[in-house]
């Protein structure tokens, strides 16, 4: 029995003298740091305050340091109701971020490739050549053929077409004519139908 009442007491003594030894360091902690909160938002208006890092910190040692300041004073009553419920001595703020997108130039476009003018295809020119290269394919080039079969000459009009087209102020058909009157003919005849007359060689020669 007295050994357990002896141990009660050593119990009780190392209690005591732990709480002693605690409660100064509590008590520095709950130091209440409203009175710093308030100096920063009553200087926030100011260009500089000068603030006591022991005092803020509550421990250490004191150390005074200029700092600067570039907020606006904040009115606790015009804190969002958003907010955390807010104490009269540390009122929490929600503090909410504002993104600015600022506008960039436009990436600069490819210049436009220069769109070259079609180039109108030159005029197809009925010259004594092209009419060299008719006659080659109807009548292989003889301006003088008669075969029998009605048609006449290198161009092989028929004797109605060669008189409808002036032939016959050259000679009654056109293989008695010599080969620059029947292109003259031709030529008549071309300006009236084009090449519709000599349809297979027309498409053979590629001719319009």
């Given at each position: 029995m007295r050994d357990l009442l002896r141990r009660v007491a050593?119990?009780?003594?190392i209690s005591g003298v732990g709480i002693g030894l605690l409660a100064p360091l509590a008590a520095r902690s709950a130091t209440a740091i409203a009175p710093q909160t308030q100096r920063l938002l009553a200087a926030a208006s100011e260009a500089t305050v000068t603030l006591d890092r022991g005092s803020l910190a509550g421990r250490g040692p004191s150390?005074?340091?200029?700092?600067?300041?570039?907020?606006?004073?904040?009115?606790?009553e015009a804190i969002s109701a958003r907010s955390s419920t807010p104490t009269?001595?540390?009122?929490n703020v929600?503090?909410?971020?504002t993104l600015y997108y600022l506008p960039t130039s436009a990436a600069p476009k490819a210049p436009a490739r220069a769109v070259a003018?079609?180039?109108?295809?030159?005029?197809?020119?009925v010259d004594a050549?092209?009419?060299?290269?008719?006659?080659?394919c109807e009548s292989?080039?003889?301006?003088?053929i008669n075969s029998g079969n009605g048609y006449y000459g290198g161009l092989q009009f028929d004797v109605a077409t060669w008189s409808a087209y002036g032939g016959t102020k050259y000679a009654a058909r056109p293989d008695l004519a010599t080969r620059e009157e029947q292109i003259v003919v031709g030529e008549a005849l071309y300006a009236k139908r084009g090449f519709q007359p000599w349809p297979s060689c027309r498409v053979k020669l590629g001719l319009p």
């Open positions: 050593a119990l009780t003594m150390s005074a340091r200029t700092v600067a300041l570039t907020a606006q004073s904040i009115v606790p009269s001595a540390h009122p929600t503090l909410e971020a003018a079609a180039t109108p295809a030159a005029p197809f020119v050549s092209v009419w060299d290269r008719l006659a080659r292989a080039g003889n301006w003088a």
